[in-house]
């Protein structure tokens, strides 16, 4: 494997509690996943389950509680000097706001310069050189490294971003909604174009996502992620065809669908999401699952395997007595 994540956790410290003990919220709690090199690896859930964490806590932006983050069978966090540097070049990011995550006071050929700059010591042909092979591979022309951010589309700031990852010739990404900012009709481009990248060389990918027909069309494997662990984890099209977690099932049937004869089901999902602070005992989705049942709110349910490379998190798997069909049946059927 690439890129591991092995029992990451992330506790952020909030304040004192009324007997002077110190709060944490736990945004990150026990998350174990593998991206492999030329795969995309998707971590998706709603908003505050902990996935842009994750994503921090892998470019090493965030230092883990516990746990630990791999790069070529090395843990990260005991990386220094040269080591160091290398996995930071070779493990680049592409952030969510193209209009944001770009100086704007730069222009376009020297943001994609500069993280050659910072990791290189290569002459002014050489970085020349590069760059215009950046903007090549991301589909604009030489002639653009001469103009500001603010002089772009949204979609062209975006593949401005991309070139600036790439320039530096890494082996993975980490990809934080790299679409959500972009209008519709972008999209699919910014997408294909990653696509492309990956095939041509073989890049791994992990991408931190809300959109699920995003998701569907461009990972390999999903993991769904609620209340800061993993609680479903497979190849995408097992896990979107038939997903095995109330969780993943409620979250799959309340994405949008292009058909105008589909009902979208109600209440497939009851009450609020719970808080990272104090998080529920047991399975952490049991006070809002519509088949919870005795230990679901006592045990935390352990992995079970629902395919030859699928597992989920959930007691409806391994109960001894045969569950009645309305039980087991998916929410999104």
Known sequence: MLLEARALKKHFPVGRSLFGERDVVKAVDGVSFAVEAGRTFALVGESGCGKTTVAKLMLLLERPTSGEVIYRDQTISALSGSALSLFRREVQAVFQDPYASLNPRLRVRSIIAEPILAHERPGRREIDR???EALAIVGLPDGAGRFYPHEFSGGQRQRIAIARALAVKPKALVLDEPTSALDVSIRAQILNLLSDIQDEFGLAYLIIAHDLALVEHFSHTT???????????????EVFAAPSHPYTQALLASAPRPDPDHVPATDVILGEIGSAMNPPPGCRFHPRCPHAFAPCDAVDPEPTATGASSWARCHLLTRRTPARASELGTVAS
């Open 130 to 132: 590069r760059v215009d």
């Open 223 to 237: 993991g769904v992620m609620y209340l800061g662990t993993l609680v479903e984890e497979g190849p995408t099209a």
